[in-house]
């Protein structure tokens, strides 16, 4: 929604550019991570996710690098484009007999034509 | 379409006044949530249900009741409002629990709620 970018740090390229929006977790048993993309008035929406097991995943465009020694997880975007502008953020899931998904509060994006 | 279903997108109420958010899913999945997201506090998890009948609480239940008589539909209930409830309100759902590895969490477009 419109009030979501608020108080968020924010990252701002130029259209063309790779973009790299870095989120740190906060717990070393988590195994799976998701990154989402929500633009303004909708809801989040699923982008790539990676399981612990792995380091890096790719998709169009998106590439996601998990590094656990250091608990810092990565979205790259290649060559953003105006339509990438949006806050992005990480989620975290932790399984201790059930689940439970923890989210980042995020980082806008604001790409520049 | 494959999507989740809010209504209604922009409610404004008093006080007091019992209202229902709805939510619905086509995609057969078991799992739904309620989220609230607002400024600097990120999404948090009010509620939750791994199954018809079966719920459980998030992180913030106060003040909120749901229900899952159906598998398709979750609705979320706000018995006696108040304005500390304003805010921006996001059902998920996903195949099975708290998403899983190419099969993650898929939200609807939000409702947003204002509480005078």
């Known amino acids: 929604g419109e009030s979501v970018g608020l108080h968020l740090p924010t990252l701002s390229v130029q259209e063309g550019d790779n973009s790299i929006i870095n989120c740190a977790y906060s717990n070393s048993a988590s195994d799976y991570f998701i990154w989402y993309k929500q633009e303004s008035g909708k809801g989040p929406q699923f982008i790539i996710d990676?399981?612990?097991?792995?380091d890096k995943r790719q998709g169009q465009r998106v590439t996601v690098l998990l590094n656990k020694t250091v608990k810092h997880l990565s979205l790259q975007i290649a060559a953003t484009q105006p339509g990438d502008s949006a806050v992005y953020f990480c989620a975290e899931r932790l399984t201790q007999g059930y689940s439970t998904l923890t989210f980042g509060k995020g980082t806008m994006l604001l790409v520049s034509p | 379409e494959a999507q989740v279903t809010q209504n209604p997108r922009y409610l404004i109420t008093v006080t007091g006044k019992k209202l229902t958010v709805t939510c619905s899913q086509n995609?057969?999945?078991?799992?739904m949530s309620w989220y609230r997201q607002d400024p600097g506090l990120g999404l948090r998890q009010i509620y939750y249900?791994?199954?018809?009948?079966?719920?459980d609480k998030g992180d913030v239940p106060e003040g909120y009741k749901v229900s899952r008589k159906e598998k398709r539909n979750f609705p979320l209930i706000l018995e006696s409002p108040s304005p500390n409830q304003t805010s921006l309100y996001f059902c998920?759902?996903?195949?099975?629990?708290?998403?899983?590895?190419?099969?993650?969490?898929?939200f609807g477009n939000g409702t947003r709620l204002t509480v005078t």
């Open positions: 995609m057969n999945h078991e799992y």
């Open positions: 998920a759902s996903s195949y099975r629990g708290t998403s899983s590895y190419n099969s993650p969490l898929h």
């Open positions: 990676i399981r612990s097991n792995m």
């Open positions: 249900s791994m199954n018809v009948e079966v719920t």
